[in-house]
């Protein structure tokens, strides 16, 4: 059974950090890019940040560009995201995914497996 599953959200306050992890079982994905979404109450789900199979090609939503870095280690099948800076409109649930392709992509259409997701909040 293929399962991702994130790690590392909670309460921080604005302008804290978080890391969240996603590790996957049952297959490898060291082939596919990876993503995070995230979705706040009431809203859709929204792109965050993508990596490629190898993780030298990254791609970020422009919101958190500059504040998120995205990272994997193939050798542990996990992927990273790493978040700094937070501000409140940075509250939702985060989730991981894993893409049927090797290049980094955008649309959650590209992606097979979804995790369960974590909530990460964040206080003014």
């Known amino acids: 059974q293929v399962r991702l599953v994130e790690s590392g959200g909670g309460l921080v306050q604005a302008g804290g950090s978080l890391r969240l992890s996603c590790a996957a079982s049952g297959r490898t994905f060291s082939s596919n890019a990876m993503g995070w979404f995230r979705q706040a109450p009431g809203k859709e789900r929204l792109f965050v940040a993508t990596i490629d199979w190898s993780g030298s090609s990254t791609y970020y939503a422009d919101s958190v560009k500059g504040r998120f870095t995205i990272s994997r280690d193939n050798a542990k099948n996990t992927v990273y995201l790493q978040m700094n800076s937070l501000k409140p409109e940075d509250t939702a649930v985060y989730y991981c995914?894993?893409?049927?392709?090797?290049?980094?992509?955008?649309?959650?259409?590209?992606?097979?497996?979804w995790g369960q997701g974590t909530q990460v909040t964040v206080s003014s």
């Open positions: 995914a894993a893409a049927r392709t090797r290049l980094i992509a955008r649309e959650s259409s590209w992606y097979d497996y």
